[in-house]
């Protein structure tokens, strides 16, 4: 089946630990994105990528890192540097400018011990 | 800057009846695309309905319909014969239809939802 695959589903970290969440699609989108999620708002952008080897801040970039050395794939690294890690993270996809629909993985909360 | 207000943080509605979810937006911008998308317990977001700014018609999807007021910048959900499956968190999104000078991918931007309950 086409669609988006975050994983893992859960995901707790230490302090000043890096982690890393996956997210990989088999849907053809050029364009991918990562988004977070509080409680009580809505989803802000982390991250996106319109091409491989190329990716752009979005709001809230500090303490994250991406990567997108393939179409398939964008994962996320949520730094030491994150002092507030703690939230549902979420990736998309798109097929470049056209339809402008954004498509949704599962989603992986991420904890803090 | 483009924002989206979705003023009702939680809604309820008997099944079989009908509810309306609002959504209001502002930006300079002529023309762009407006969504709707739930998100259930299961955490994944769905796409729900889409309305491109420059069509006139109120988009539907079966028991999904729009209310899309462009001068007023209102787009408001509205769920018939609501089904205890429809509740879940309803995201109102926005998006500019045109690219910005640079390249830049256009962002989803989204309000900050509205959590609906059906009952039985």
């Known amino acids: ?45 982390i991250y996106y990528s319109q091409i ?11 303490g994250y890192s991406v990567s ?9 690294t949520v730094t030491s540097a994150q002092k507030n890690p703690t939230a549902f993270y979420l990736c998309a996809s798109s097929i470049q400018l056209a339809k402008n629909i954004q498509y949704f993985g599962a989603g992986t909360r991420l904890s803090v011990l | 800057a483009q924002t989206v207000t979705q003023s009702q ?13 609002s959504c209001t937006y502002d930006t300079s911008e ?5 969504f709707w998308y739930k998100q259930p317990p299961s955490r994944q977001m769905i796409l729900v309905i889409r309305q491109e700014a420059y069509k006139q018609q109120n988009a539907t999807e079966n028991r999904f319909s729009v209310n899309f007021q462009k001068a007023a910048k209102s787009f408001s959900l509205k769920i018939s014969d609501s089904q205890l499956g429809d509740a ?3 995201f109102c999104a926005y998006r500019n239809s045109r690219l910005p000078s640079g390249g830049a991918t256009n962002k989803l931007i989204f309000g900050t939802g509205t959590l609906l309950a059906v009952q039985p």
């Not at chain 1, 491989?52 to 500090?62: L, S, W, Y």
């Not at chain 1, 997108?68 to 996320?76: H, Q, Y």
């Open chain 1, 1 to 45: 089946d086409g669609g988006i695959t975050q994983s893992p589903k859960y995901l707790f970290r230490k302090e000043g630990q890096n982690v890393t969440l996956s997210c990989e699609q088999n849907l053809n989108h050029d364009a991918m994105y990562w988004y977070r999620q509080d409680p009580g708002q809505g989803l802000r952008l």
């Open chain 1, 52 to 62: 491989v080897n190329d990716f752009q801040k979005g709001d809230i970039a500090e």
């Open chain 1, 68 to 76: 997108r050395e393939k179409k398939e794939s964008f994962p996320l």
């Open chain 2, 9 to 21: 943080p939680e809604m309820s509605v008997q099944e079989a009846e009908t509810v309306t979810l």
């Open chain 2, 30 to 34: 002529s023309d762009y695309y407006l």
């Open chain 2, 88 to 90: 879940a968190m309803y």
